[in-house]
């Protein structure tokens, strides 16, 4: 079971969140990032704001 | 709810629920909440007994707060206001509009957390916040126990995992998690509506809650036809539901609605225009303001035959576009035998047989009962199975049966299946009669 989950920006509109990890697996990570937070809220509002970034897996770090 | 104190009607209504639920709301809702969502640090499975205590003493220490009723339930609920607000995890919510009176509406739309999948913030909210038990929420889902059980465990595990917060939405946040808030309401709303045996007060508080759930996010979000569409649906379900159930079920059977008590025509009319006013002010359709108007179109039939069938099929073809779903293309099929024709009806539920065998798996779903050899009498009007009156030689098997639709409108004949609740027809596969050999061999 996973614990991830996704953010999609759409351009013009709220991004939208959903539970899971990304799995249209023929895309290419472009970045690694890990902050400390004090939930995922804040992760969200976070990444919400990083350029260039349409999509944004989340996963909490051990 | 009409025409009364809206004040007034949210303390006697949150009053009664807590004074009557208490029990099944693990205690104190935000509490339980608070401890499955992770905020504060209480263990699992301790937090019930704790919340308990801790609603005792609180009660006794603090008194009422606003909006709570002074009442030995209002022990509980104040409680619940007290512990919340000061919950360290929790900063104060910035609402758009006038913060909602009622507690519930906020943890509806607190758990309803987009990081959760939808399924997932149904269960959860319903097992958290409107405290109905797996058995409820499985039949709500047509679903096993053990599916329900499952989700509910890994939201939990999920949310504690994920540090997925317990913090009430800003108003930003609100119309993404409205689809599941709504979900949420229309569940609470046909649990109470369909509950049988035992506890019909109960039951009947469910759908008080949830109609006034509805109507109090109506008027949160006038910008959402959806809102009313299910106001409407609620309310027009309640209207026709006095004048269904009860003992009537035979004149149901027979094919007509039978008699309608004094008042229900002017709800009926009420919720319509409800539904109208906010269709044609946003003209943004959706499954709920859809399914209000195929309820519209039955509450305003004189009679069963004069129901407006045709506009019905294109209602229900409107909605299998945004919600595709096989018991709502059953209801379709049986919209179309009396707009069309039996033969057209049987022609689609062809394809229906498979996908609704798979949900009889689930609970609440009458079993088909096998086909029967033998005479049967005629569904409606005394009309035998369509076909089997020509006298031709049938094959055997599946090919040579005839189904003849039997429209059994019974309290527990009335199913979900995702957010749709439709009166479900038995399907009743039967023999063609024998008729001078004309049988099978």
């Known amino acids: ?62 | 709810m009409t025409g009364e104190n809206p004040e007034q009607v949210s303390q006697e209504a949150l009053a009664r629920v807590v004074r009557d639920h208490a029990g099944r709301l693990a205690a104190v809702p935000g509490l339980a909440a608070r401890r499955l969502l992770g905020g504060g640090g209480s263990r699992p499975g301790r937090g019930r007994d704790r919340a308990a205590a801790l609603a005792g003493r609180r009660g006794a220490r603090t008194g009422p707060t606003r909006g709570c009723s002074p009442s030995p339930a209002g022990a509980g609920s104040t409680c619940c206001a007290a512990r919340r607000t000061t919950a360290p995890s929790s900063p104060s919510c910035t609402w758009a509009e006038p913060v909602p009176k009622d507690d519930r509406l906020r943890l509806i739309f607190t758990c309803c957390h987009p990081a959760l999948s939808r399924e997932a913030q149904i269960a959860l909210t319903l097992r958290v916040v409107c405290g109905l038990s797996t058995a409820q929420i499985a039949a709500a889902f047509l679903v096993p126990e053990t599916t329900v059980a499952q989700r509910l465990t890994r939201a939990k595990r999920k949310i504690t995992e994920a540090g997925i917060p317990y913090r009430i939405p800003d108003g930003d946040d609100l119309p993404e998690r409205l689809e599941g808030a709504l979900a949420v309401i229309y569940l609470l709303f046909n649990e109470g509506y369909l509950s049988s045996g035992g506890a019909r007060a109960q039951a009947r508080d469910l759908v008080d809650d949830a109609e006034w759930l509805a109507s109090l996010l109506a008027g949160l979000m006038p910008d959402e036809p959806e809102v009313a569409g299910l106001l409407a649906l609620i309310r027009l379900h309640r209207a026709r539901g006095a004048a269904r159930f009860d003992d009537r079920e035979a004149a149901r059977a027979a094919g007509r609605p039978g008699p309608r008590p004094g008042g229900t025509t002017r709800r009926s009319r009420a919720a319509t225009a409800l539904l109208v006013r906010a269709a044609r002010a946003h003209r943004r359709p959706g499954p709920y303001q859809l399914q209000a108007a195929i309820a519209a179109c039955h509450a305003e039939a004189e009679s069963f035959e004069s129901t407006d069938w045709p506009q019905i099929v294109v209602l229900y073809d409107m909605l299998l576009h945004l919600a595709p779903s096989p018991i709502t293309r059953l209801h379709r099929a049986i919209a179309l035998r009396y707009a069309a024709s039996p033969e057209a009806a049987l022609d689609e539920l062809k394809d229906l047989d498979r996908a609704l065998d798979d949900l009889s798996a689930a609970p609440r779903h009458p079993r088909r009962p096998a086909a029967r050899a033998g005479p049967q009498p005629g569904g409606q009007g005394g009309r035998r199975a369509g076909a089997g009156a020509d006298h031709q030689p049938r094959p055997a098997g599946t090919a040579g049966r005839t189904a003849e639709l039997e429209l059994t409108g019974s309290r527990r004949g009335t199913y979900l299946h995702d957010r749709t609740l439709i009166d479900v027809a038995v399907l009743k596969g039967v023999e063609a009669e024998p008729d001078g050999g004309g049988g099978v061999r």
């Open chain 1, 1 to 62: 079971m996973h614990t991830a989950t996704t953010m999609r920006l759409r351009r013009g509109d709220e991004p939208v969140v959903t539970d899971g990890p990304f799995v249209e697996g023929k895309e290419v990570v472009t970045g690694f990032a890990e902050v400390e937070v004090a939930d995922l809220d804040e992760a969200l509002k976070m990444a919400r704001s990083w350029p260039a970034c349409p999509i944004v897996e989340i996963r909490p770090a051990s």
